[in-house]
């Protein structure tokens, strides 16, 4: 496909002089990141985050992007590296990603590509507490078609930009994580980090993204927005068109929904079981961090998808078909189990997941103890009517089909956790899910996390339970 691309006319001296910022070599000064999180979020100068400064330009039928990147990575490991590995996930979403070049210190790399073109390794030298900066230009083709959900997908009057860049990935133990991602469940596998980006799109479209937007410019015919992040694991940009906005201001933070004009009535119902959820889930686990959350109708293939500061709710739930506070309220709770408590989606769907399923629980017992029945069961019967029940809750996506994936890692996962709220206590373990929360904050974590969390709550020895939950090992004895 051709793509057509515009030249822009900016308009304002105070824009042209961060987009002449944006050339420098020095990574952004911090404090352009606190502007999207609340005061009690954790100081930004002593996270050594990667810092992403992205340029977005998006083609007049939005199917087209170019992009250039500088990436600020600092080596927070013990280990020499000699490669950093960038993650490109449009390739295994059925769309295309070409990274022209690519420099470390402003010197060209030959870079290799690998695991199905999802895997960008380049080359470094990197001491442990050692920065570098990798800058790189790439495109990215998306598929006219709905793949993957629609986690990257544009649709008549909204655009699904996921995963728009490449995403350095996660190291730990000695390795990268570079696993192949599988068609269900959520790719990302990433840090938290901080994102200065600058979008240049159609005039005609909205542009919602995770973090604040500091500066917008626009012609007749297009616009720039720029936008600043507090520590957020992903970056995620929607475009809409003929949407309506409401919102609500919950404490420091601005509850937002965008949907189209139509589903008005389904928008106030969205918004007002987020900002529900929103005030559950500070009052009983950590703060919400940042100043923002968006909600976006989009007509994805699944009930919602979370991302950092926004998530997407397909429009069938706003018109009543299906069940609309669950969705809500499961894709909230995603900012705490997801955004600020990382964990590895590919090898590890349940952390997140089963989590969310459980805080979910937790809602409904707050404010809808009559659906508290009916959710269990609608999950017990997933659980029970997988092909094969008894298998393990901690496999990797890509070793359950789909009606095992669904029936584990969101039915049986719930049950996982209502087991801990049985042998805990549902109080000890909201308070030791705040503990979790607290400490692990914007980290990356295995099972090990949770459970040393959790017993460091109950004074108890988890291990046998979660073995017989999620250990195959076990099973088999
Ligand atoms: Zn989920």
Not at 84 to 102: I, Q
Not at 421 to 442: I, K, Q, S
Request: aromatic content about 12%; some cysteine.
């Amino acid at each position: 496909m051709l793509s057509v691309f515009f030249k822009l006319s900016l308009t304002t001296l105070l824009f042209v002089s961060f987009v002449q910022a944006q050339k420098s070599p020095q990574a952004p000064d911090v404090s352009l990141f606190s502007q999207d999180v609340i005061a009690d979020s954790p100081v930004l100068e002593t996270l050594d985050l990667p810092i992403y400064r992205l340029e977005l330009t998006l083609s007049d039928d939005l199917l087209n992007v170019e992009g250039s990147a500088e990436i600020w990575v600092t080596n927070t490991s013990d280990d020499n590296w000699s490669e950093l590995v960038f993650r490109l996930y449009p390739n295994a979403l059925g769309s295309l990603m070409t990274v022209a070049e690519v420099f470390v210190k402003d010197v060209l790399v030959k870079t290799q590509l690998d695991i199905e073109n999802t895997v960008l390794r380049v080359p470094v030298d990197l001491e442990p507490s050692e920065e570098v900066r990798v800058s790189l230009r790439y495109t990215l083709e998306l598929s006219p078609e709905v793949r993957s959900y629609g986690r990257l997908a544009k649709y008549r009057d909204a655009l699904s930009l996921s995963h728009a860049y490449p995403t350095l990935s996660v190291y730990k133990n000695s390795a990268w994580l570079e696993n192949y991602l599988d068609e269900q469940g959520d790719p990302l596998v990433a840090e938290t980090s901080l994102f200065d980006v600058t979008v240049h799109a159609p005039a005609d479209w909205q542009v919602v993204t995770t973090g604040q937007t500091l500066e917008q410019a626009s012609s007749d015919e297009h616009q720039t927005l720029r936008v600043t992040t507090g520590p957020a694991r992903d970056f995620f940009i929607a475009v809409v068109r003929g949407y309506r906005e409401i919102k609500k201001q919950v404490g420091e933070t601005q509850v937002r929904v965008f949907a189209p004009q139509t589903l008005l009535r389904g928008a106030r119902s969205t918004l007002e079981v987020a900002v529900k959820a929103l005030e559950f889930f500070e009052k009983n686990y950590t703060p919400y961090p940042y100043k923002e959350i968006d909600l976006v109708a989009i007509p994805v293939e699944a009930g919602g998808v979370e991302y950092p500061g926004i998530v997407v709710i397909t429009n069938g739930l706003l018109v009543g078909g299906g069940n609309l506070t669950q969705v809500v309220v499961h894709e909230v709770a995603h900012q705490w189990s997801f955004a600020l408590v990382g964990s590895d989606q590919i090898s590890s769907p349940w952390l997140d997941e089963s989590l969310t399923q459980y805080l979910t629980l937790r809602f409904q017992e707050e404010y809808n103890p009559r659906f508290v029945d009916g959710y269990e069961s609608y999950w017990r019967r997933y659980w029970d009517e997988s092909p094969n029940p008894m298998l393990p809750l901690g496999l990797p996506v890509a070793s359950y089909d789909e009606r095992s994936y669904v029936g584990i890692v969101y039915g049986k996962g719930l049950f996982f956790f209502k087991s801990l709220a049985d042998t805990m206590g549902t109080e000890a373990l909201d308070e030791a899910l705040a503990g979790y929360f607290r400490e692990n904050a914007w980290g990356f974590v295995s099972s090990s996390e949770l459970q040393v969390s959790l017993e460091h709550s109950c004074a108890c020895d988890l291990t046998r339970v979660f073995a017989e939950w999620l250990d195959e090992a076990k099973r088999l004895q």
